[in-house]
Nanobody, 127 residues
């Protein structure tokens, strides 16, 4: 059974950088495209970033472009989300997601396409 475990959340001040990580266990990591979503209080879950199986293709939500970076380390079965200078509006629970796919150059961006989800990690940005 595939399991996703996020880590790295916490409280930061506006302008600080923060890195989240997510480890996949229970299956071959390189068979999965990965993604990050987030959910703020009172809002639905929204796409942040996605990355293909080999890490060659990435997709970002408009709000994340230039501020967030998704990457993966296939040797360690991990995907990362780096946040550069997050603001108060980035406060949310961040979720890691995975989809098993035969396509090695496709990054996914819709919630319905992802099959497996982590439990989420809270990121709070406040001064």
């Amino acid at each position: 059974q595939v399991h996703l475990e996020e880590s790295g959340g916490g409280s930061v001040q506006p302008g600080d950088s923060l890195s989240l990580s997510c480890e996949l266990s229970g299956d071959l990591f390189t068979a999965y495209a990965m993604g990050w979503f987030r959910q703020s209080p009172g809002k639905g879950r929204e796409f942040v970033a996605g990355i293909s199986r080999k890490g060659t293709v990435t997709r970002y939500a408009d709000f994340a472009k230039g501020r967030f970076s998704i990457s993966r380390d296939n040797a360690w079965n991990k995907v990362y989300l780096r946040m550069f200078g997050p603001g108060v509006g980035d406060t949310a629970v961040y979720y890691c997601a995975a989809i098993r796919t035969p396509w090695d150059s496709r990054a996914y961006y819709t919630e319905a396409e992802y099959e497996t989800w982590g439990q989420g990690t809270q990121v709070t940005v406040s001064s």
